[in-house]
């Protein structure tokens, strides 16, 4: 069981940046692949980014060049650091653990409260 708690959401300007985190508690957080997602009102969980153990990362297109994930495994936490935010990146963003590096949410096993951010124009 993994307990995943978000943190480091706000109100940023257009072209701000924001660093996400997310603190796991309980068993093997090196062993999971984690995930970034974000939800908008209406939409669906998107994915966003992910990492896997040893650190190799994927991106949705909408993320490369501007967001970047990493991971500490000795303190049990993953970021999102977020640059260059668009309006359109507002939404609820959540993270989460999982066994394989995949873009689909349903397949991730543990998932955190979620985080808002919202980017003003």
């Known amino acids: 069981q993994v307990q995943l708690v978000e943190s480091g959401g706000g109100l940023v300007q257009a072209g701000g940046s924001l660093r996400l985190s997310c603190a796991a508690s309980g068993h093997s957080f090196s062993s999971y692949v984690m995930g970034w997602f974000r939800q908008a009102p209406g939409k669906e969980r998107e994915f966003v980014a992910a990492?896997?153990?040893?650190?190799?990362?994927v991106y949705t297109n909408s993320a490369k060049g501007r967001f970047t994930i990493t991971r500490d495994n000795a303190k049990n936490t993953v970021f999102l650091q977020m640059n260059s935010l668009k309006s359109e990146d507002t939404a609820v963003y959540f993270c989460?653990?999982?066994?394989?590096?995949?873009?689909?949410?349903?397949?991730?096993?543990?998932w955190g409260q979620g985080t808002q951010v919202t980017v003003s124009s």
């Open positions: 989460a653990a999982g066994e394989r590096l995949v873009l689909a949410p349903n397949k991730y096993d543990y």
């Open positions: 990492i896997t153990r040893s650190g190799s990362t």
